[in-house]
């Protein structure tokens, strides 16, 4: 059996149309075996049907939960490692095409990787079978993480970390702006800034509680 025999074979299997062969040749193609196209296009287009797919999902499946909670979910179930989970689940490392150096390096098991080429197959899927199949797809890969607990009750400055993160921002900035009273009854006011996006202060009686209060006073804001 053909390379391709044995990776349609494995794609057909898991729902996946695997019908142009050029097509998802690329979406499991690294760029370190130097070929024209590699996974890149289809990642860029996978990942904004992943996030519509889980977008959607949440918002039917928790209709009293806020902007800021749905977002905190939706960051969790599209990151990179979320998408390498479901990568590996389904044995997208065995069929991998990385150039050697890069695969004795270990990129098989990259979450970078993984979580790329997972995208790049969920774009693949859109162009050949459109959105609904590919959203389809992402309701049954998808299904243990979304009942899991994934983004849910994070501390406000973990959460508000990987909000950044998901939205392609510098991490938070924390810095004290005022410190006021007595030593035994002193208050610290903290301001919480991320960088194009906007800020948030805060003020507790330690500078640990003043920088969780800004946290989530800014996902509660712009999250």
Not at 58 to 64: A, N, T, V, W
Request: aromatic letters at 6%.
């Amino acid at each position: 059996m053909s390379d391709w025999n044995a990776t349609r074979a494995w794609l057909r299997e898991l729902g996946f149309a695997a019908q142009d062969e050029a097509a998802w040749t690329e979406a499991l193609t690294h760029g370190s075996l130097g070929e024209k196209r590699d996974y890149q296009r289809l990642e860029f287009l996978g990942d904004r049907v992943l996030g519509l797919a889980i977008a959607a999902w949440l918002f039917e499946k928790q209709p009293d939960a806020s902007e800021g909670a749905l977002a905190q979910r939706l960051n969790a179930l599209v990151s990179k490692a979320a998408c390498a989970k479901v990568a590996r689940a389904i044995g997208v490392p065995d069929h991998l095409r990385l150039g050697r150096q890069a695969r004795d390096d270990g990129a098989s098991d990259s979450d970078n990787i993984l979580g790329d080429v997972m995208e790049s197959l969920l774009g693949a899927q859109m162009r050949e079978a459109g959105y609904e199949s590919a959203r389809d797809l992402v309701h049954i890969l998808w299904a243990e993480a979304v009942d899991g607990d994934a983004g849910r009750a994070k501390h406000p400055k973990s959460a508000l970390q990987e909000w950044a993160a998901g939205n392609r921002r510098r991490p938070p900035e924390y810095e004290l702006v005022d410190r006021s009273g007595p030593d035994h009854n002193a208050r610290f006011t903290v301001r919480v800034s991320v960088n194009k996006v906007g800020a948030a202060e805060a003020t507790a009686s330690s500078k640990q509680e003043a920088e969780t209060a800004a946290a989530k006073a800014f996902m509660e804001q712009y999250g």
